[in-house]
C-alpha cells in the first residue's frame, strides 16, 4: 500500500494518504483517523489488515450513499467526539458525524496557502461559499487579512466561528454573513462595498428560493457579481469542482464574467490540486489578478 507522505508544509496532519482513482479508493487521513470513501458498496478488506499499522482509527463511506450518511466505524479507535487537525498551522475542528463533510475540502490545501500568502494585514477577503470557513481561517492567520465568511448555513457559521476560537482569533475580529452568495454579492455592488480578495468556491449545484445554480452553466454570472466587488489590483480565487467541465471552458467563463463586469484581468492562471490527488482533476481553479 502506496500512502502520500505528510505534505511538506509545516504543522499539517489532515491530508490525501491514499488515492486510488482507478480501484475508486480514496482515504484522507485526520490526524491518524481515516476517512476511507468507496466507489463500491463494499469495504477493501486489505486495509483492515493496514489498520492497527499506519492508521488509530479506520471509518468508511461508500461515495455514493446520500451525504447526510456518518461513515461506518470499521477498526481501532471509535471516534466519539469532535478533534480538531492543522494545515498550514491552521486548525480545524473535524466532526465525523457531521454528515455531509467533516469540516475541512482537503484538496483545497494549496489554494488556502496561496490565499494566506498574498494577503497583508488588513486585506479584506470576502470569502463565500464559505463552509466552515478554512480558507478565512488561513487568511487570517496566515496573512493578516479581515475576513468575511458567507454562507447559507448557520450551522457551518456557528463552526466557523469556533474555528477562529480554536486558532485563537477572536471571532469578533472578523465578519459572518448569514445569507446567498447571489444575492449578497449584488447588495455589496449596490453599497459600493469592495475586497481586496474574492474567494468563489461554490457546491456543483445550488438551488434556494430565487437562485437555481449549476457551476458548468452559470459560472459566468457568478464570477460576474464577484469581479464588481473586488478593489482595483485585487484578487480574485475562482473554484469549480466538477467533471462535467473543462479548464478551458472553465476560463472562458471566468474571463466572461470579469468582463461583464467591466473589469480588466491583469494576470490570470491555474492552481494545480495537491499532488497526491491524482488522477482525477475534477477540481478547476483560477487566480485572477485584477488591473
Ligand atoms: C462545497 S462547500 C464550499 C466549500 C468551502 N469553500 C471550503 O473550502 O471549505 C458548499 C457550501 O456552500 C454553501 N452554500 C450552498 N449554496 C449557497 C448559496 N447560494 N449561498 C451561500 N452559501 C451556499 C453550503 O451551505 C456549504 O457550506
Request: hydrophobic share 35%; with cysteine; charged share 30%.
Amino acid at each position: 500500500m502506496n500512502l502520500t507522505p505528510s505534505p511538506t508544509l509545516e504543522n499539517t496532519t489532515a491530508w490525501r494518504i491514499y488515492n486510488d482513482a482507478k480501484a475508486g479508493i480514496w482515504i484522507d487521513n485526520f490526524d491518524g483517523r481515516w476517512l476511507v470513501q468507496t466507489r463500491d458498496e463494499v469495504f477493501p478488506s486489505f486495509l483492515r489488515s493496514a489498520a492497527p499499522e499506519h492508521a488509530r482509527s479506520i471509518y468508511w463511506k461508500p461515495r455514493d450513499r446520500a451525504a447526510k450518511t456518518e461513515p461506518e466505524f470499521v477498526a481501532g479507535e471509535r471516534v466519539t467526539e469532535r478533534f480538531s487537525v492543522k494545515e498550514n498551522d491552521v486548525a480545524c475542528w473535524i466532526d465525523f458525524s457531521a454528515g455531509y463533510s467533516s469540516g475541512i475540502f482537503l484538496d483545497q490545501r494549496l489554494n488556502r496557502a496561496r490565499v494566506g500568502e498574498r494577503c497583508t494585514v488588513g486585506d479584506r477577503v470576502m470569502n463565500t461559499f464559505s463552509y466552515t470557513s478554512v480558507f478565512s481561517v488561513a487568511a487570517a492567520k496566515n496573512g493578516g487579512a479581515i475576513t468575511s465568511s458567507l454562507d447559507l448555513s448557520q450551522k457551518y457559521l456557528d463552526w466557523s466561528r469556533e474555528n477562529f476560537e480554536l486558532n485563537k482569533i477572536d471571532p469578533k475580529t472578523q465578519f459572518f454573513c448569514k445569507g446567498d452568495t447571489f444575492e449578497w454579492l449584488r447588495t455589496f455592488a449596490r453599497q459600493g462595498r469592495t475586497f481586496h480578495g474574492v474567494i468563489l468556491d461554490p457546491p456543483t449545484f445550488s438551488r434556494n428560493k430565487k437562485n437555481n445554480f449549476r457551476t458548468d452553466r452559470d459560472y459566468a454570472d457568478l464570477a460576474k457579481l464577484a469581479a464588481k466587488v473586488v478593489e482595483p489590483g485585487g484578487w480574485l480565487l475562482a473554484c469549480a469542482n466538477t467533471f462535467r467541465m473543462s479548464y478551458r471552458d472553465f476560463r472562458e467563463q471566468v474571463e466572461a464574467g470579469v468582463k461583464n463586469a467591466r473589469r480588466e484581468i491583469r494576470e490570470i492562471g491555474r492552481l494545480p490540486m495537491p499532488p497526491e490527488f491524482t488522477g482525477e482533476d475534477y477540481l478547476k481553479s483560477i487566480w485572477v489578478d485584477f488591473q
